[in-house]
């Protein structure tokens, strides 16, 4: 792994972390090995929130067969789509339009999504159910959702082993998170930017943070921009082989602030821009706080719940859950933090 300086915060490059030694058991690598891995990740976690990973494992057919599920998905005509807009789920899956999302900073975005996670039963979930359960899945579309599913089950495998990293890489063990991981709602959006070289100004996604562990992400074309700890946008464009990872806001907690839940966006592109992030996430009841073994100095965070978290960010987020709110259909959870609460955009504002 290699920084462009060794001040962390005035990072002007994202590093690159071999994730070889994961072709096995984390336990099973050479020492040696284990230990180059977990301090590399350590480092870009804590100075950057933001790493690409190399030989990760993921068929890079995998891949490919996505990316052309979501070309044939977003040329669809406009009434496939709405077909299953998001808000006719009763649990957060389907088509979301441009403009449906407002993030912190009141920025329009330009982009188009499809929203799922992993396939289960209509059933009482509880307070859950709100990100658990069925998806929507678009007519009529031979091969997307085998293409879908079989990329999510492949990337989510190696966010189950990166989130053992992890948590070596805080000083525990990997089980003290894993055990949180049994029907995490852990989203995959597949993402459509269209060519906006005429609106300056305009951005694919404003700036955030993630509001789950951390992220998973493919993409074709270049967009995705970081901040730095001086308040700069920090391109970082695809590598090819690499997938994108940045800490959320549940690690920066657990962390007690040691990992950087790093704030990003993507700018309006010149080219149309494919991406496929999956939101690693630890199961609904979840309680997020730091760990003990990190507070020496004192907590620097509350604990939260890792689905109301989500839940309350989600819902400031989008506007067809801003309106049940509003006509009391909904209701945040208590203690809910403001919008992009976490991530430098919001010091620097």
Known sequence: ?????????????????????????????????RATLVQAVRAAASEVGFLYVKNHGVDPRRIAQIEQAAREFFALPAARKQACAIH????????????EEVFYGQTQDTKEAFDLSRELPAADYGAAQRFLGPNQWPEALPGFRAAVEAYYEDVFALGRRLLGVFALALGVAPERFLRHVHAPPSQLRLLHYPARPQLPG????????????F?????????LEVMNGHGQWVKAPPLPGAFVVNIGDLLEVWSNGQFLSTSHRVAAVSEQRYAFPLFFNVDYATLV????????????????VAGEHLLAQTVQTFRYLREQAERGELVLPAGARELSSFG???AQG
């Open 289 to 304: 706080e730091p760990l003990p073994e990190l507070c020496q100095g004192g907590a620097r965070y509350a604990g939260l």
């Open 202 to 213: 305009a951005s694919g996604i404003g700036a955030h943070t993630d509001y789950e562990c």
């Open 344 to 346: 430098r955009e919001r």
């Open 88 to 99: 006719l789920s009763s649990n957060h899956r389907g088509y979301v339009a441009p403009g």
């Open 1 to 33: 792994m290699t920084l462009v300086d060794g001040k962390g915060t005035a990072f002007q490059s994202i590093p690159l972390v071999d994730l070889a030694p994961l072709d096995r058991e984390l336990e099973a690598a050479d020492t040696s090995e």
């Open 215 to 223: 992220t998973l992400l493919h993409a074709t074309q270049p967009g």
